[in-house]
């Protein structure tokens, strides 16, 4: 028996000998250690009481003495934080490409999440009343106020903002329901954007749109509020099990095909335990459940609470639309033929709705997925670079 547990363990730390520097690393220490400049803006506070928490990264590593920068604000996806900007280092991760190219960089997080987690009322877990919002809140309060935030620290008068996936979503609800923000944005870059979802592929919310309601009763009933929190576990599992010694690291592979489409040749399977040290990053069960409702609906609309308290909250039995037209502001798409969460045929409805589409962009890669926007190997060849290009016909 002792044998066994020592043979375990030495397994274990074998095996956590071989990880890459920045596996266990926070989104700060992963910064710090490429030997770039970074702040932490903690505690931010929406009119709601959720206490949100900001990265900053000022300038690159050789425009320290330039002023006057234009702000790139970037926010995350669902179960994602702001990690995802710089975890696959300074040679991929926009963040940094960002900031190399003289722009002030500022990383959102939004309530729910590893670094968002708190409130000044409700404690995550303990009270459901946190758990009690979807991407409609992170729209319409979150980005509002992390936005004012970053404006009144930089006297800056307007901002970049790239969002992937989620990132999109929460800015297409933030302008609809506040089209005063429109004034505020310079540039809306959409990596995977998702407003429409009734074409997606991916199997598990093609699954949970079909159950919604039923799982939507049920995970109430058991006080199933948050949707996959971020745990020491998964980053034990990616260290562990996805390592590149690991024989089941093509398991851990194909779990990230089944979420955004097949793309082995873009996936370096070295980092998976890298991306597993920040991801998941939790968020509640209400977004899923939100979105799950877009795909049964073909709508892009607010949260259905069904008929009786839609009639309370909305004076509508079903869910009004969001206000695509509101969103006045300047909007670059990105997209891709092979992502199982935002299909071109749904991307090409929102986009025919915007009435200021700066650009319409196809990845040309027809394998691209919806992750390869943040862990492709040739990210920046095939996305980055277009982004930047256009946003500096914005500058």
Known sequence: MVKNVFGVLLLISVCLAQQHPDVGLSTIEMIQRQGYPVEEHVNIQTPDGYLLDMHRIPHGKNNAGQTNKPVAFVMHGILSSSADWVNMGPEKSIAYQLADEGYDVWMGNARGNTWSRKHITYNPNRDSEFWDFSWHEIGSIDLPTMIDYVLGITGQQQVFYIGHSQGSTSFWVMLSERPEYNSRIRLMIALAPIGYMSNLTNPFFQLLSTFHNTLEWVLSFLGMDEFLPSSDLFTLIGQIACNDESFVQGICASIFFLIGGWNSAQLNQTMIPVIMSSTPAGSSTKQMIHYAQLISSG??????????????????????????????????????????????????????????????????????????????IDVRELCYNRALALMRQFA
């Not at 037209?325 to 409805?349: C, K, R, T």
């Open 299 to 376: 709508n892009f609309r607010k949260y259905d609470y069904g008929m009786i308290l839609n009639l309370i909250r909305y004076g509508s039995l079903s869910p009004p639309d969001y206000i695509i037209e509101n969103i006045q502001a300047p909007v670059g798409l990105f997209y891709s033929a092979n992502d199982w969460l935002s299909a071109v045929v749904d991307v090409h409805q929102f986009a025919n709705q915007l009435p200021n589409l700066a650009l319409q962009f196809l990845v040309p890669d027809p394998r691209f997925n919806h992750l390869d926007y943040l862990f492709a």
